[in-house]
């Protein structure tokens, strides 16, 4: 049997009795990956025509395989656990809590992991990283949520970015770079969707959540501090279910409020301007990586999308294909060619490279394979290169390792996003 074959037929074989250590056999190492296959049919039947995640198992084998051919992490193989969240899950608030819990369960009881790896936003973030932090697995998120600076801290050593600057961080080089680029100045006309006479008025949409609270004190308080008032705010539940009753409350409140300019957190901005084109109002939209630019101009009329204008930190989520930015990093480069090699869009796959590679990076610098160890790797990387942004970093004790980030415009002749130029502006 060849080396692959035998790598797939017992990534998921955990016999507790040759166990050494957490998730550690002599030979292996097992690490828990998250999954949402069910995704990318329901992106599809909507009209997405980015890749968008593809073959998530597919990519995170094609790692794993990379990295065993060369020795794997400290001479010990990679053994996948997958978890894969249903869509029904998917789309509750409920049912994402509850998908995190049993993954936590699978990964600590059933099959004890090391780690986990998530290129998802899929499971309830909170009951996932509280439950795994309290049972001593680290995990390493390689996606583009925003997580607070406190959270971090909170769930030390046991919760690291593999590619993303904490919401704090990132937000005050958003309207930074939002000022720079003049999207306040000069008033909009939110009836047709191009530069008027009204004086800038800002809203913002977020969650009610953790992480939409703090969005929302952060982007306040960075706005005022830039000399921009928020005239209104609209907090919603998250649920996709209530998503266009909640959204056209909003759209009336903006409306009424006589809001030009609006900044949304995570996907509210894609259910925000599904209603307001409903209602014949078109605002101007800052954007960012954490809006998943390249699936809303596959799914949002280009009416509501002219003139936005924002930072971009994840290529893989920012820009479809033909705007691809190229091989940006080395780290890009070798993914690229995984990908390529396991005949796979090499296009996809860039947060698996991302996640598995600063847990291979950590530990290959650690003088043990273990939590502790770990964090001392990590913390020991001041600069690195990485597949599916511009680059990381873990200078001072942080967690949260984004280093770099563009300036993401929308072009109206290609109607698609595209980075103002290939300059990376420091966070």
């Not at 940006?328 to 005949?343: E, H, W």
């Not at 530990?363 to 990381?392: C, D, N, Q, W």
Request: hydrophobic residues 35%; aromatic residues 10%; neutral net charge.
């Amino acid at each position: 049997m060849s080396e692959r074959r035998q790598f797939q037929a017992n990534e998921n074989a955990v016999d507790p009795s040759k166990l050494t250590g957490q998730g550690v056999t002599q030979s292996d190492i097992f690490i828990g990956y998250v999954t949402a296959n069910g995704v990318q049919q329901l992106g599809e039947s909507f009209g997405v025509e980015s890749n968008y995640l593809g073959d998530q198992e597919g990519s995170a084998r094609a790692v794993a395989q990379y990295i065993n051919d060369r020795g794997g992490i400290s001479g010990k193989s990679i053994r996948l656990v997958f978890y894969d969240i249903s869509n029904d899950k998917l789309f509750s608030k409920s049912g994402r809590s509850e998908a995190a819990q049993e993954a936590c369960e699978r990964w600590t009881k059933d099959k004890p992991v090391f780690a986990v790896v998530s290129i998802l936003t899929a499971l309830d973030d909170q009951t996932l990283v509280s439950c795994l932090s309290t049972r001593g697995v680290p995990l390493i998120h390689a996606n583009q949520l925003l997580r607070p600076a406190e959270m971090y801290a909170r769930y030390s050593p046991y919760l690291y970015s593999g590619h993303t600057a904490s919401l704090e961080r990132l937000i005050v080089a958003f309207v930074e770079r939002l000022n720079a680029n003049e999207y306040f100045d000069g008033g909009w006309d939110a009836d047709i969707s191009r530069p008027g006479a009204e004086s800038t008025k800002v809203g913002i949409v977020a969650r009610r959540d953790v992480y939409g609270q703090e969005f929302r004190n952060v982007t306040s308080t960075e706005l005022n501090r830039s000399g921009q008032d928020v005239a209104a705010v609209y907090e919603w539940d998250g649920d996709v279910s209530s998503a266009s009753s909640s959204m056209n409350e909003a759209v009336l409140r903006f409306k009424s409020a006589s809001v030009t300019h609006v900044v949304s957190h995570f996907n509210s901005l894609a259910f925000f301007a599904t209603a307001a084109e409903q209602q014949n109002y078109r605002p101007r939209y800052s954007i960012s990586s954490d809006n998943t630019p390249n699936v809303l101009q596959d799914i949002v009329p280009d009416a509501q999308l002219r003139g936005s204008v924002g930072i971009g930190y994840a290529p893989e989520f920012d820009v479809d294909a033909a705007q691809d930015p190229g091989k940006f990093s080395n780290a890009n480069s070798k993914c690229r060619r995984i990908m390529k090699n396991a005949g796979l869009d090499s296009r996809t796959g860039w947060d698996s490279c991302d996640g598995f590679g600063l847990l291979v990076d950590g530990l290959e610098r650690a003088s043990k394979m273990s939590t502790e160890g770990l964090r001392k790797g990590v913390h020991s990387i001041k600069s690195m290169s990485t597949a599916a942004s511009f680059g990381i970093g873990y200078p001072n004790g942080r967690f949260d390792g984004g280093k770099n980030i563009r300036d993401l415009i929308y072009r109206n002749n290609c109607e698609c996003y595209q980075y103002k130029s290939n300059k990376n502006f420091g966070i």
